[in-house]
């Protein structure tokens, strides 16, 4: 494989609390693991490094909660990784206190994404979030003042007990803040969970406001100044942000179809023609690099067809259109000349994107665009 890959995700799963809802790769305690962890972290990068090209264009630290990590272990990891243009931690507010937020921006960390998730108590509750409204506001005031220019909120509707107020009043909470990112997601608890068990007739009565509720998103932000750039995710445009592209670069890369390397428990990488993913499991990952060795993984071959469709199913999701000759031999022809009459696509100049209307089904209008 040839150094070519310019975006890294590296995984720290430790976690105070499982919230019921999540289904990333967790670990709750361990504390006395972190170091150990790191450890395996900087061993796993110096085995794949080889595939990398310094410096990067972004590095992404996402969890599990990376700040819940022990702070001098956190400071210790990013010093050991790789320079990059937009280096991103995820942090739930809670553990936001002026010394990590220091320690993080002294660390070279350039954008903090904040997982606030909603800003109503009984709401928050309902997510098992530890977090308070006022941890969240001031984890954002905390990193404006450490001079964080670059801050994401992570927010969730389709909650059980939430209602369009309830959705208004997150959405004035989260404007007041004036973050340079949103990322605004539907709530998918995954079936045979404890979060279905206790809430499931909620999650269906939910299931037929979805629709709404994403609208009142996207409306609402839009007339905040925010640009609507990718089906969930919003940045202050650029008039209001400095000229700056406020865009989440890494997750664009996925977006646009880049490479990318993944390290830590259930990391994935896509290189090439290969894809693979560790797997979830602490006690084998920290064994297997203690003794000099990749970490269990399953690997799979990706056919170039495979990812000509992704190239297509992801770059949808985006506000700029997708060329055709990026895409070609996976678009229905047919289905793009019925979707344009019903004005749910555009073509123009050798390129295809979704309208202002198909954005709102833009799942459904892809599956019938592919061939």
């Known amino acids: 494989m040839t150094a070519d890959v310019r975006h890294l995700y590296v995984h720290l799963p430790f976690c105070a609390h499982r919230c019921g809802y999540c289904d990333f790769v967790t670990v709750v305690g361990h504390g006395d693991s972190h170091h150990t962890y790191i450890d395996a972290l900087v061993r796993e990068l110096e085995l794949e490094r080889h595939v990398l090209r310094e410096p990067l264009e972004t590095l992404f630290l996402g969890g599990g909660t990376p700040t819940f990590t022990a702070a001098d272990e956190l400071a210790r990891l990013l010093a050991r990784l790789p320079a990059a243009e937009e280096v991103t931690v995820e942090a739930n507010p809670e553990t936001v206190t002026p010394e990590l937020a220091a320690t993080l921006r002294t660390a070279g960390v350039t954008r903090v994404s904040v ?23 001031g984890a954002v005031y905390g ?65 037929e406001a979805m629709e709404g509720y994403f609208e009142r998103v996207v409306e609402g932000l839009s007339a905040a100044g925010y640009r609507w750039y990718e089906t969930a995710n919003f940045c202050r445009a650029a008039p209001l942000a400095g000229g700056r592209d406020l865009r989440a670069r890494h997750n664009l890369a996925y977006w646009l179809g880049r490479d990318y390397l993944g390290l830590g428990i259930g990391a994935v990488s896509t290189v090439g023609a290969q894809r693979w993913r560790n797997r979830p499991n602490l006690g084998r990952y920290l064994a297997a690099l203690a003794g000099g060795h990749r970490p269990p993984r399953e690997v799979e071959d990706v056919a170039a067809e495979v990812r000509v469709r992704e190239r297509l199913m992801l770059g949808l999701r985006l506000d700029e259109p997708v060329e055709l000759r990026d895409v070609d031999g996976v678009v229905d022809a047919r289905a793009l000349r019925r979707l344009e009459r019903f004005g749910l696509v555009e073509r123009r100049n050798g390129s295809v994107t979704l309208t202002h209307r198909g954005r709102f089904v833009g799942g459904a209008v892809t599956a019938d665009l592919l061939a």
């Open 115 to 137: 997982g606030a998730q909603s800003f109503q108590p009984g709401l928050l509750e309902t997510l098992e979030r530890r977090a308070t409204p006022d941890a969240i506001r």
């Open 143 to 207: 990193l404006r003042d450490a001079s964080f220019d670059n801050i994401s909120l992570d927010l969730i509707y389709g909650i059980p007990g939430q209602g369009a107020s309830d959705l208004d009043a997150d959405m004035a909470e989260a404007i007041a803040l004036e973050p340079d990112h949103i990322s605004w997601y539907e709530l998918e608890a995954k079936p045979g969970t404890r979060f279905t068990h206790r809430h499931g007739d909620e999650l269906a009565a939910q299931a």
